[in-house]
């Protein structure tokens, strides 16, 4: 078995919890061991979970949480006596609309880093955390330490925090920090780094094309950075990286463009020899195209351990993939060495998080104490209000006041998530009406005059995006015709246009005379930038990314 340093950095672990980790390991069956490597998606009912959990005995799930805090507790006291193991319970602690539905609602990335105050960033993730311990989540897939360059890209936007290295460094070190000082692993992704390819790793193998000097400055400073932070994992996805493996091997060919999550080059070479990180690699999810579209299943599910990950992230066939690795072990793709280490760092991480000891279960009076308390709002709700960012008002349409533009028309295609089928409506609308505005949603056919509104207010709400190649304005779906599309009135009528999500919709409108951005849609966000937009809030928020992206033409 390859050593794993279980006494240094990141596990920093003492003799006793070292004795846990070897004693536990070593009893576990050849099957039991194989399992230990996954971490499945937990979508179901808190009954399927447990089943599933029961059935399996995986190394952990990612829940994907109900709106329901006493059922989760309910299934989180339920996980703790499934199995003999302490289970990593882990999500995508991203905020906006990717947090946990029954807790305090914080800013995504992108609206932190529009406030860029590291005090804030570390008391919003303090918040996060303490609420995720609460409900005995220990383990979270961020902070995404991906630099937002492809403007194009529907999958960093606002999950990073913008495109400013010297930004994304210390958010991303404030997050960590304040993490794991709550008893909540902190993930680095997306290894070995995304952002200058604008395509979405679930539909394809993105590609990092720098230079490895060019890397090293920007991926290569992050990574080594956390890594000395004590990140405790990192998430190898299916981000190509040509240039490092050329350089290994001048003729590659394909190979160059193997994704990390199934290339030793990535993992083991540079991430293990050449940055010294000893924690936990997690695969992306296996299911994405950007690793099945390297080969067939049977293939490169194995691939992931063989190739350095330590736990496989995802699976739509969990008892065919344990498969998958038992052919792999027999025809001797696999070694059992490189199992036993890789359950050797899953349980590290476990020993590392104290869930081999007796602890207090979670429960429902102590999360009601923790989650969306009244003093967390008051934090989150002072954060939140420095996010909007105006971005230009060439004609001082601002601060609105139903004395000069009471009749407002609203174009809006609703709030889009990728998990939901159908816009979720704003409440902007209703927020108008309440402050005295006569407000109009638009509806194809709508005559749009001058003689009838006093202000036209687009609004936008697109985070980012999974399996979503581009994210940008659809004139034609936004006005139902191919006539309504090219229609333009904010020559006649003042117009707002605010987008509480992606931050680029001014490469498809340069020429409207106010914007803002909002970066996140939750309710917090939009009455904040109403707050703003009434005049009430000033305007505080500062571009993290570029809104003009690098065109002079929008700032007119």
Request: net charge negative; hydrophobic share 40%; proline share 6%.
């Amino acid at each position: 078995m390859a050593p794993v340093n279980l006494s240094a950095a990141p596990f920093n672990l003492d003799d006793e919890a070292i004795a846990w980790v070897n004693t536990t390991r070593d009893g576990f069956s050849p099957r039991d061991k194989l399992s230990q490597l996954f971490v499945l998606l937990a979508r179901g009912t808190p009954e399927e979970v447990a089943e599933e959990v029961r059935s399996f005995k995986p190394g952990g799930i990612t829940r994907i949480y109900s709106a329901d805090l006493e059922a989760e507790i309910g299934l989180a006291r339920d996980l703790g006596t499934l199995s003999a193991v302490p289970l990593l319970v882990s999500a995508d602690l991203e905020g906006s609309r990717m947090s946990m539905p029954f807790g305090t609602s914080v800013p995504n990335p992108l609206g932190l880093a529009a406030v860029d105050d590291v005090d804030s960033t570390t008391a919003i993730s303090t918040i996060m955390a303490r609420e995720a311990n609460a409900v005995g989540l220990n383990w979270s897939f961020t902070p995404v330490v991906d630099l937002n360059v492809a403007w194009r890209s529907a999958i960093v936007g606002t999950r990073s925090y913008g495109s400013d290295i010297d930004k994304v460094e210390r958010h991303a070190l404030a997050q960590i920090a304040a993490f794991q000082a709550n008893g909540v692993a902190a993930t680095v992704k997306h290894w070995p780094g995304e952002g200058y390819d604008d395509r979405d790793q679930h539909l394809v193998t993105t590609v990092n094309p720098l230079s490895m000097a060019e890397w090293e400055n920007t991926f290569g400073r992050l990574y080594r950075k956390a890594i000395e932070a004590g990140v405790m994992s990192v998430m190898s996805a299916h981000i190509a990286l040509p240039s490092y493996v050329r350089a290994l091997e001048p003729d590659a060919g394909a190979e160059a463009y193997r994704p990390a999550s199934l290339s030793r080059y990535l993992n083991e070479d540079l991430l293990r020899r050449e940055l010294g990180f000893n924690g936990l690699i997690v695969s992306d999810a296996t299911p994405m195209a950007g690793m099945n579209d390297w080969g067939n299943r049977d293939e490169v599910l194995p691939q992931t351990v063989i190739a350095g990950c330590d736990v496989v992230l995802f699976s739509d066939d969990p008892n065919g993939d344990l498969m998958r690795l038992v052919k792999a072990i027999a025809d001797g793709r696999l070694s059992q060495e490189r199992v036993d280490e890789a359950v050797t760092r899953v349980l590290a991480l476990k020993a590392a998080l104290g869930l081999h000891k007796d602890r207090a279960e979670p429960s429902i009076e102590r999360a009601r104490q923790v989650v969306a308390s009244d003093e967390s709002r008051l934090v989150t709700n002072g954060v939140t209000s420095r996010v909007p960012t105006l971005v230009k008002d060439i004609r001082n349409i601002l601060p609105l006041s139903p004395a000069r533009t009471k009749r407002v028309l609203v174009f809006s295609g609703g709030v889009i998530l990728p998990f939901v089928p159908h816009p979720l409506p704003l409440s902007v609308p209703e927020r108008l009406e309440k402050e005295g505005f006569a407000v109009t949603v638009y509806t194809p056919g709508t005559p749009v005059s001058p003689k009838d509104y006093d202000l036209l207010l687009y609004l936008f709400a697109e985070e980012t995006l999974l399996t979503r190649s581009r994210i940008f304005l659809d004139w034609q779906k936004l006005t139902g015709s191919v006539f309504g599309a090219m229609s333009r009135y904010w020559h006649d009528i003042p117009t707002l246009m605010i987008s509480f999500g992606y931050p680029y919709y001014l490469y498809d409108a340069p020429r409207v005379p106010a914007y803002v951005n909002a970066y996140g849609s939750s309710e917090a966000l939009q009455a904040a930038v109403v707050e703003a937009i009434m005049g009430r809030q000033a305007f505080s928020g500062v571009s993290p990314v570029d809104p003009f992206v690098g065109s002079d033409q929008g700032k007119y």
